[in-house]
């Protein structure tokens, strides 16, 4: 494939002045499968893992065949429905679009939950060439007739296997019985679970099938480390190796729950360290913004759910931390390749405690390789004292004797419980599907009665 170029796969003249603006000169695998075979007006199925140029492979040959056929949608309409799993990745493949569609004259809208709907009614109401959505919220405005989708004659759904991994499947479908019989159909996922396998047979038409897989399913240019390490010893691990602050120089810490994320960031915050967290009950304004600080350098660490671990795509991300192991593999390697993007290498950082010793196994399973262990809790566990600091507690989150070393005293929280403004909120299309688990990083959130019990507090789920 090292000869073959956007030329001469047939993309047209204006997005070939944008893809050489941008630096784009020869176009990754499934690229080079996808491009041709939708000019051509064929269904296709893309089989291929996170960073391998799933956008501009469908982007592509979308913008150009749109740019083609000067048709107009009409009122609250769309010509081409792009359906996402997650806010952040709905907005990428939006600004990529117009990015390679920069001297074309087409028209596009984002529409997603998490923000006032009312500028989203207002960039539908003469209609658009290109709709990008999450599906929560466009089944809403279409069942609240803000939304045309009968003159859709492009579907593209992407991740459709976090589609079902979030729940979003039966609104989907239903999105779907609004599209037009005769449509062209792109389908793209990381993965090929049944499910998805009986999704192809219902939206596509004898499709074609392009799979990129590697050899290796975690990118080979990720150094992939691991910590054993007590649930009580991981957050004074995290400050310690953040404290090089010249190797660590922009860092993604994973966790597995919402609540989590919000008390990882506190702790690195008060920590002196420069921190943000994005998940579901964020508002789509804050998650922005917090993307935004963290691409332009504001802050250093973006602390966050699996809502990240696709589409979020910033250039020189030196490390992921995984301060929990996910439930589902899969997830440790949509995670991971948030570094290691844009030819760069990369690091990720594991951190298995005794409980998670079977999510490691199953991770281990999947990229075929074991993680290589660097230490142990003995060699690398902060010192008890700090685990205490900063003593200064100006909003009453925490008392000042919270979890020294991982001591309880009594059990108890007092006053100084910490309301997150939207944690006990739930988000239905928040793009955030975290299992309703306790990590084990925390004693109970509430314990004012049944002292005996663990379960009677235990924190909301992600």
Known sequence: MTDVTFESLGVSEPLLRALNTENYTHPTPIQGKAIPAILEGRDVLGLAQTGTGKTAAFGLPLLQRLSQDRNVAGPFATRALILAPTRELAVQISDSLKTYGCHLHLRSAVILGGVS???????????VDILVA????????????????????TLVLDEADRMFDMGFIKDVRKLISFLPKQRLSLLFSATMPKEVAHLCDEVL???????VTPKKVAAEAIEQKLYHVAVADKRGLLHKLLRDDEAMRRVIVFTRTKHGANKVEDQLNKAGFSADAIHGNKSQNARQRALEAFRSGEIRLLVATDIAARGIDIDDITHVVNFDLPHEPESYVHRIGRTARAGSAGIAIAFCAAEERQQLKAIEKLIRQPLTVIGTPEIEAMPAQENHAPRHNPRGHRPHGHKPGGHKHGGHKPHGHKHDGNAHHANNHSGDNTAPRNDNNNRPRRRRKFRGSRNGGQQRAA
Do not use: C, S, W
């Open 205 to 211: 038409r004898d499709p074609v099938r392009i799979e």
């Open 134 to 153: 999450t599906p929560g919220r466009l089944l809403d405005l279409v069942r609240q007739k803000y939304v045309r989708l009968d003159k859709a004659t």
């Open 117 to 127: 709907q009312h500028k989203q009614v207002e960039a539908m109401r003469n209609g």
